[in-house]
């Protein structure tokens, strides 16, 4: 069974830092690719980050230069280290895996497994 568990949102003064964490279980990065989205109140879940299954990382424009995606393998866990933060970046932030990657240009629809959401609130 695929599980996600996502920690480490917070609260963080514009050009401030975040990072966040995802454990997972029940796959490994060789099976399904893995990443991140986030969902602002009233908007659409939208794509941030992924890697896929051989290693590619991927970014959106919103996340290119400012968020760096990682993997720990041994443990499990996917990070998104934020930096440079802006208010427009407060969101629920979603650990995702299954078709994430194809997902940040086709949509949230196409994600197989989400994790709960960790919000992040970024003041000006």
């Known amino acids: 069974e695929v599980q996600l568990q996502a920690f480490g949102g917070g609260m963080a003064q514009a050009g401030g830092s975040l990072r966040l964490s995802c454990a997972f279980s029940g796959f490994t990065l060789r099976d399904y690719g893995i990443g991140w989205f986030r969902q602002a109140a009233g908007k659409e879940r939208e794509g941030v980050s992924c890697i896929e299954s051989d290693g590619n990382k991927i970014y959106t424009d919103s996340a290119k230069g400012r968020f760096t995606i990682a993997i720990d393998n041994a443990k499990n866990m996917v990070y998104l280290e934020m930096n440079n933060l802006k208010p427009e970046d407060t969101a629920k932030y979603y650990c995702?895996?299954?078709?994430?990657?194809?997902?940040?240009?086709?949509?949230?629809?196409?994600?197989?497994?989400w994790g709960q959401g960790t919000q992040v609130t970024v003041s000006s």
């Open positions: 995702a895996a299954d078709g994430v990657c194809a997902a940040l240009t086709h949509g949230p629809w196409v994600v197989g497994s």
